[in-house]
């Protein structure tokens, strides 16, 4: 599914956000990506779904050569991931609902399936309740959720979490947790990305460790 | 495709909403400048029904010697008939022109009729057969009929019918000038507006790109919101040009037509109507697309 040789990536600071990051990800795969605070996970995700360029070094996720695409067709990159962002990226003045419809709305799929999968995914994440609130209204974790059903949405073929639980407790990440694992057992791709001592001791998924730009365990 | 269309629509129709008073300003400035140029595009109009009215009116008069002989009147009537694009012909004798003037002028003052001798000149008088070269035509027949003998003189308005003519070319080329200026400007303007419309739901177009919408998809609200403002406001623009011709009319036309009679107030020909829509169509489209343009490039990677 993935496959990175020799990502190079500096923003101009002190020290590169990413040095010489190569790994291998197969299909259907499901993955922790760990690491101290700056140390590249987020970089590594923009990567993936084409949001920063490399400055050196080449990834592939699906088949498609990220590198080589234009603005003008990274969508078809985009449309295979689901991504939960870490800052969530919500629409503060849409619904929850429209939030999650937002993403279908996007790919043009029609009103009536827009309407059955957005519900569909707002049941998935347990937020049928508040689908008529709006993102400021919502506390940390329930906009978290927003953004974990508005990723799943789409059906995608590979999901990158960027710490979909930091702001949740232990019970709901759990829960959280077996979501993505379900996702997995289906045959999509799962990244997971995370600081929690406790979601990686508590599953035996492979792990990999960013170390200030170095990949240090693959 | 329906739902793409759809939701081009819905988005246009909440971005004009968010931005409503940019958007407002954006239309009145479009209204100002396409009433400026319709208003413009009215006078030339009017002047140049005024030309072609005179124009069909003019008529060339050969003033002939009074010591003319037989045969060079006969040497210019050949000239007169041979050429295919004199309609018709009349001969004034000296004493006919001078019955008419008399009659014109008869009781207005004594003096004419006390003068004793007529000092008219013999004339013909040739109508040409419309056509849009009139003018040219009637040119080249007086400059072969100055070399002739028998010809005092000839007479046709041209001094200020062509002055009126290159006026009328001066007033052509300014207006288009105008308007070309007027266009620059208004793509400015709309691609300012519909740039305010991005940045202020710029969040919303990223996540829009993040999450895999089409370049088609995001560019598409805008270009009609560019569209939108061109038409109302060409719209409003020509609404504002028919008001003040109708006004014109209901005011002016007698003493118009006590001046110059059988000429009309005019409103904008089809073709400059038709002209006027698809600029405003073009400016707004042109406008919104610099603007997208430019923040699709400036967001994707760096
Ligand atoms: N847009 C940016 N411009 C400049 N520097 C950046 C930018 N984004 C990230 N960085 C820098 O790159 C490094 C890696 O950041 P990144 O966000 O990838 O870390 P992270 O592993 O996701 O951290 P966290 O666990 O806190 O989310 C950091 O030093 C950060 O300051
Ligand atoms: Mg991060």
Redesign the interface.
Same mark, same amino acid.
């Given at each position: 599914m993935i496959q990175a040789f020799n990502l190079h990536k500096s923003y101009g600071g002190v020290a590169p956000a990413l040095m010489d990051v190569s790994f291998t990800i197969q299909d259907g795969e499901f993955v922790f990506l760990t690491g101290q605070s700056g140390a590249g996970k987020t970089t590594l995700f923009k990567i993936l779904f084409g949001w920063e360029s490399v400055d050196r070094g080449q990834v592939i996720v699906d088949r498609i050569n990220v590198g080589k695409l234009n603005e003008s067709n990274l969508y078809t990159l985009r449309r295979k991931i689901g991504v939960v962002f870490q800052d969530y990226k919500l629409l503060p003045k849409k619904t929850v609902f429209e939030n999650v419809a937002f993403a279908q709305q996007i790919i043009g799929a029609d009103r009536k399936t827009i309407r059955f999968k957005t519900w569909d995914a707002l049941k998935n994440v347990g937020l049928t309740t508040k689908k008529d609130s709006y993102p400021p209204q919502l506390s940390g974790g329930e906009q978290q959720r927003v953004a974990i059903a508005r990723a799943l949405v789409n059906d995608p073929q590979l999901i990158l979490a960027d710490e979909p639980t930091g702001n949740l407790d232990p019970e709901v990440s759990l829960e959280i947790l077996e979501l993505f694992e379900k996702m997995n057992q289906q045959g999509k791709t799962v990244i997971m990305a995370t600081h929690s001592l406790e979601m990686l001791r508590a599953r035996d998924h492979r792990l990999l460790i960013l170390n200030r730009g170095r990949m240090v365990q693959s | 495709m329906?739902?793409?269309v759809l939701?081009a629509l819905r988005t246009t129709v909440h971005n004009i909403k968010a931005n409503k008073q940019v958007f407002l300003m954006s239309v009145a400035t479009i209204t100002i400048a396409f009433t400026i140029q319709g208003l413009f595009f009215l006078v030339f109009v009017n002047l140049n029904t005024l030309l072609s009215t005179w124009d069909k009116q003019v008529q060339l008069i050969v003033y002939l010697d009074d010591g003319i002989s037989k045969g060079q009147k006969n040497v210019l009537e050949e000239i007169f008939k041979s050429n295919e694009k004199v309609d018709s012909i009349s001969y004034d004798s000296r004493d006919e022109a001078w019955t008419e003037f008399k009659n014109t002028f008869s009781g207005k003052s004594g003096f004419v009729t006390d003068l004793g001798f007529n000092p008219l000149p013999a004339s013909y008088n040739l109508k040409f057969k419309d056509d849009p070269e009139r003018l040219v035509n009637i040119r080249q027949l007086a400059d072969l009929l100055k070399e002739q003998k028998g010809v005092e003189s000839l007479e046709y308005g041209e001094k200020w019918i062509s002055r009126f003519e290159n006026f009328m070319v001066f007033l052509r080329v300014f207006i288009l000038a105008v308007g070309g200026i007027l266009s620059v400007g208004l793509i400015l303007i709309i691609s300012n507006t519909i740039k305010l419309s991005i940045y202020s739901r710029r969040? #919303?177009f990223d996540?829009?790109?993040?999450?895999?919408?089409?370049?088609r998809?995001i560019k598409a609200p805008l270009l009609l919101e560019g569209l939108v403002q061109g038409v109302i406001g060409v719209g409003l623009a020509l609404g504002i040009v028919k008001l003040t011709h109708i006004y014109m009319k209901f005011n002016f036309q007698g003493s118009l037509e006590s001046i110059f009679r059988g000429v009309d107030f005019q409103f904008l020909t089809q073709p400059l109507l038709w002209a006027m829509v698809l600029a405003s169509i073009f400016i707004g489209w042109v406008g919104s697309f610099l603007s997208i343009t430019q923040y699709?490039?400036s967001t994707?990677? #760096?």
């Open positions: - | 329906i739902s793409f939701n969040d #919303e996540l829009m790109l993040l999450l895999g919408a089409t370049h998809f699709l490039h994707d990677r #760096e």
